[in-house]
């Protein structure tokens, strides 16, 4: 290492260490605002990490940007002096001057990286502000699931490199100069009809309220307080290890229990968990793969991630065919919860309007999918995710901390197996399809049920499990992001890759970590491990581990739909794909 000095400190530097990273070793703080560390994203767009630096034998020091500059022997660096704090400030005064002033409405209210940066300049009044620079940039409102809000970019470029680099889809472009510069669509005028595929990673990486979720808050408060509508809630198998950390409890803590009490206490006239769903989901799936087996038909994708679905349908309209017709568990959950529902309660269907709760955005786009609504009638009415839940308990006033723990009560929708719960991380979906297959294939039940191989974070795993039938060994995958699933999906395309079963989530890290979850200020996936241990554990201390061994998915078959595949079981819980 060589040798420097920041603030008069003797440092040590590697070789092409910037004088970002140099400084955050040694515990010097420069503020930031577009570098994302966990992206590896210093573009250094906004200008705000300036420091002074002066090179031995140069009289003049020059004002550089720490992100992108390396390190030099014998460098001399300020990052404290009135000049570096000055410049720091204008540089964020400046950015606010085209920034749409309005705080106190903001989907990213109390969350904002510009406030906090700010906050660290000490930036007390903002002389530029000038509303016709903005007069002219979009707001597009023309998809269900997202809002992009150019009044509010920073052109940070955090999306662009997330959804170019990280997920492949390469969907935005910086367009515009000058003050008329902000992030567009690449391919289309709007969201709706250009490549994107609503997975929301993008979101997760914007600063400021520049991209955000559509806030569907008010149409849940409207069905609570309408004394003609039942209202019925389902929970996705993430959701319950991730919502804690917004009211400060540590990552991954499963609050299901408080969650259930904080449905409640909203309103909510049935509790259901998207956990028994997928229970149904596999016994689906699972049976329809195995047909397609005997037949010869590979590989079989999961269907079950609506961002996957778009991708797919958007991106390789020509794999379709491969993907399982099984719905989604999410909508599995809204076509009982209408049907079999009111029958064993004895409701009225037509009064009953489903709000499930999903960290995903791209659940938005799926409910509204013409094949999932049925004469006007949606199975899913309204889809809000991790975020907009948590607004919705401080819209209501329910302190979630302080609420008891309850328990599902509802006797025919929400009990789950162990398999059911581990939908939520990746690899999950194809580990609890293959515990009931091998006891449909071999009428007794798998001994070594987790699959270890499925269980990393590489963005493509693979295993092989041997059925012990007629069958033999099943060679599965399962690929999570959409740059890993690109790979795969044209290795099928072009014969070089040897499947029967492939698992998908649009999302790095599954739902854990899906685009409508918590965002965390200058981070990007940074609980994923915990949150997925959580559900691994609940798997191993659930009474029953395998979908088919879920009493009330036994009583759903005996009582109401027959078998699996059955045509009743068709009709409902079996879909098709737009090319
Ligand atoms: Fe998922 Fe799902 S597991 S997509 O990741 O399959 O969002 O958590 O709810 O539908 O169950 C999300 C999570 C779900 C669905 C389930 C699946
Ligand atoms: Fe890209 Fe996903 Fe964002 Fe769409 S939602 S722009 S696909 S990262």
Avoid at 156 to 168: E, F, I, K
Avoid at 378 to 401: C, H, M, N, Q, S
Avoid at 421 to 436: D, S
Avoid at 516 to 530: D, E, F, I, M
Wanted: hydrophobic residues 35%; contains cysteine.
């Amino acid at each position: 290492s060589l040798g420097a000095r920041i603030n008069g400190r003797p440092v040590t530097f590697w070789s092409n260490e910037t004088i970002l990273q140099c400084a955050r070793r040694h515990g010097f703080y420069i503020p930031t605002l577009c570098e994302l560390d966990d992206i590896d994203h210093t573009p250094g767009t906004c200008r705000v990490c300036l420091v002074e630096a002066a090179m031995p034998g140069r009289d003049n020091a020059m004002i550089l940007t720490a992100c992108n500059t390396p390190m030099q022997e014998g460098m001399e660096v300020e990052t404290r002096s009135r000049k570096v704090r000055e410049m720091q400030r204008l540089q964020v005064e400046l950015l606010m001057a085209d920034h749409a002033h309005e705080c106190a409405t903001c989907i990213r209210h109390g969350n904002c990286e510009l406030q906090d940066v700010a906050q660290a300049v000490g930036l007390r009044q903002s002389r530029f502000a000038d509303p016709a620079l903005i007069a002219e940039r979009p707001v597009d409102t023309s998809s269900p699931a997202l809002i992009r809000d150019m009044t509010k970019c920073i052109r940070c470029q955090r999306c662009v490199a997330m959804c170019r680099h990280g997920q492949g889809v390469d969907a935005l472009v910086i367009s515009g100069t000058q003050h008329g510069t902000f992030v567009g669509l690449k391919d289309g005028a709007s969201q709706r009809v250009s490549s994107c595929v609503t997975c929301g990673q993008c979101v997760l990486v914007c600063p400021t309220g520049a991209l955000g979720e559509r806030d569907e808050t008010d149409k849940v408060i409207d069905y609570l307080y309408d004394p003609e509508i039942i209202t019925v809630v389902e929970f996705a198998p993430a959701i319950r290890v991730g919502f804690g950390e917004e009211f400060g409890l540590p990552p991954g803590t499963n609050v299901q229990g408080q969650i259930i009490a904080a449905c409640r206490r909203l309103g909510f006239d049935v509790v259901l968990d998207t956990n028994f769903a997928a229970d149904v989901v596999i016994m689906e799936e699972g049976t329809e793969l195995l047909s397609r087996l005997k037949r010869g038909v590979r590989p079989t994708f999961t269907s079950c991630c609506p961002g996957w679905i778009n991708f797919a349908e958007r991106h390789y309209p020509e794999i379709l065919p491969y993907l399982s017709t099984t719905k989604s568990p999410q909508q599995v959950l809204g076509a009982i919860a209408k049907s079999y529902l009111p029958e064993r309660m004895g409701l009225d269907g037509k009064r009953i309007r489903v709000v499930s709760i999903m960290p995903c955005t791209a659940k938005k786009d799926e409910i509204v999918r013409p094949q999932l609504v049925h004469d006007g009638v949606p199975e899913i009415d309204v889809v809000l995710t991790t975020r907009e839940f948590a607004r919705l308990l401080k819209r209501e006033g329910i302190d979630f901390r302080s609420l008891e723990p309850s328990e599902f009560d509802n006797p025919f929708m929400s009990a789950f197996s162990g398999a059911g719960a581990i939908f939520g991380t990746t690899g999950g979906v194809m580990e609890a399809a293959l515990r009931t297959i091998y006891y449909v294939v071999n009428g007794r039940e798998l001994e070594q049920v987790e699959l270890s191989q499925l269980r990393g974070f590489e963005g493509v795993r693979a295993a092989t499990v041997d059925l012990n039938s007629e069958i033999g060994a099943v060679k599965v995958a399962m690929a999570h992001g959409l740059k890993p699933t690109r790979q795969i999906v044209e290795a099928v395309l072009a014969g070089t890759a040897d499947f029967d079963f492939i698992e998908i989530m649009a999302c790095p890290g599954g739902c854990v970590d899906g685009g409508g979850t918590l965002r965390s200020k200058k981070h990007y996936l940074n609980h994923a491990q915990k949150r997925r241990e959580t559900l691994f554990a609940i798997d191993r201390n659930a009474k029953a581990r395998q979908s088919h061994n879920n009493p009330q998915v036994q009583a759903l078959y005996r009582d109401f739909l027959g078998s699996p595949n059955s045509e009743k079981a068709h009709k409902l819980l079996h879909t098709r794909y737009t090319d």
